[in-house]
C-alpha cells in the first residue's frame, strides 16, 4: 500500500528533525569546521543516501537550523504582539537571548559566520524581515508614521541585535539576558544620545523600534 502523503510529510519533517538535533548536539561538543557529514549521519543514525535527499553539504543542515530558530521565534513574537498590542516590551528581545543562552553552542557557529557565513546571512535576513514585518504592524496599528524607512529601520535593527549578541555570548560580559534586553531596549526607545547620558536627547522624537 503507498504510503498517504501526511505519513510521508511526517516522517521527512521527523528525519530532518533528527539531522538538525545531531548537528546541534555536534556543535556542543567539537569544532563546526572539523565536522563531517559521516558525524552527522552517526549521530542522526541516518543513511548516506538519506541525508543527500534532503542537504548537500552540513552547511545547508545548520541554514536549515537558522530558519528553525527563526520560525520558532517568529510564531512565539507573533503570540507576544497579540498580547501586546501596545508593543514595546522588550519581551522578545529577552526571549531571544535567553533562547541563545540555552542554545549558546549552535548559536556561536552561526554567528561566528560557519559555513562560509552563509548561514549567519541568513540569519540576519530572516531576523530583519520578521523586525520589518513587526514594525509595519505595529506602526499601522497606532497610526504611527515612520520618519524612516522601515526596511532601514529593520535592518538597523536587526544587525545591532546580532552584534550585541554574538558579543554577549563569549559568556564574559556579566550581564544577564534580562539586563541586555533591558538596556537595548532602553537604547531603541529612548536613542544614544540618552544613553551617552545627554540629557538634550530631544524628547517625543524616539522611534520606538522594539520588538
Given at each position: 500500500m503507498a504510503a498517504k502523503f501526511g505519513d510521508v510529510d511526517s516522517r521527512v519533517r521527523r528525519t530532518r528533525q533528527s539531522i538538525r538535533d545531531a548537528l546541534v548536539a555536534l556543535c556542543s561538543e567539537h569544532d563546526f569546521g572539523a565536522l563531517t557529514v559521516q558525524d552527522i549521519l552517526s549521530r542522526a543514525d541516518v543513511?548516506?543516501?538519506?541525508?543527500?535527499?534532503?542537504?548537500?553539504?552540513?552547511?545547508?543542515?545548520?541554514?536549515?537550523?537558522?530558519?528553525?530558530?527563526?520560525?520558532?521565534?517568529?510564531?512565539?513574537?507573533?503570540?507576544?504582539?497579540a498580547e501586546h498590542p501596545e508593543g514595546f516590551t522588550g519581551d522578545p528581545v529577552r526571549v531571544i537571548f535567553e533562547h541563545?543562552?540555552?542554545?549558546?553552542?549552535?548559536?556561536?557557529?552561526?554567528?561566528?559566520?560557519?559555513?562560509?557565513?552563509?548561514?549567519?546571512?541568513?540569519?540576519?535576513?530572516?531576523?530583519?524581515?520578521?523586525?520589518?514585518?513587526?514594525?509595519?504592524?505595529?506602526?499601522?496599528?497606532?497610526?504611527?508614521?515612520?520618519?524612516?524607512?522601515?526596511?532601514?529601520?529593520?535592518?538597523?535593527?536587526?544587525?545591532?541585535l546580532i552584534g550585541v549578541l554574538a558579543w554577549w555570548l563569549r559568556g564574559d560580559t556579566g550581564y544577564t539576558a534580562e539586563q541586555m534586553?533591558?538596556?537595548?531596549?532602553?537604547?531603541?526607545?529612548?536613542?544614544?544620545?540618552?544613553?551617552?547620558?545627554?540629557?538634550?536627547?530631544?524628547?517625543g522624537h524616539t522611534t520606538g523600534t522594539t520588538p
Open positions: 543513511a548516506r543516501s538519506t541525508f543527500y535527499t534532503h542537504y548537500h553539504a552540513k552547511e545547508d543542515v545548520l541554514v536549515d537550523v537558522v530558519d528553525s530558530l527563526v520560525d520558532d521565534r517568529a510564531a512565539w513574537i507573533s503570540k507576544h504582539e541563545a543562552a540555552q542554545n549558546a553552542k549552535v548559536y556561536q557557529v552561526i554567528l561566528y559566520g560557519a559555513g562560509d557565513g552563509r548561514p549567519l546571512r541568513e540569519f540576519f535576513e530572516r531576523t530583519s524581515r520578521e523586525a520589518e514585518a513587526v514594525f509595519r504592524s505595529r506602526a499601522k496599528r497606532l497610526g504611527h508614521e515612520q520618519r524612516v524607512p522601515v526596511e532601514v529601520v529593520a535592518r538597523a535593527w536587526a544587525g545591532e534586553a533591558r538596556m537595548l531596549s532602553d537604547l531603541s526607545i529612548r536613542g544614544r544620545r540618552w544613553a551617552s547620558g545627554d540629557d538634550r536627547s530631544g524628547a
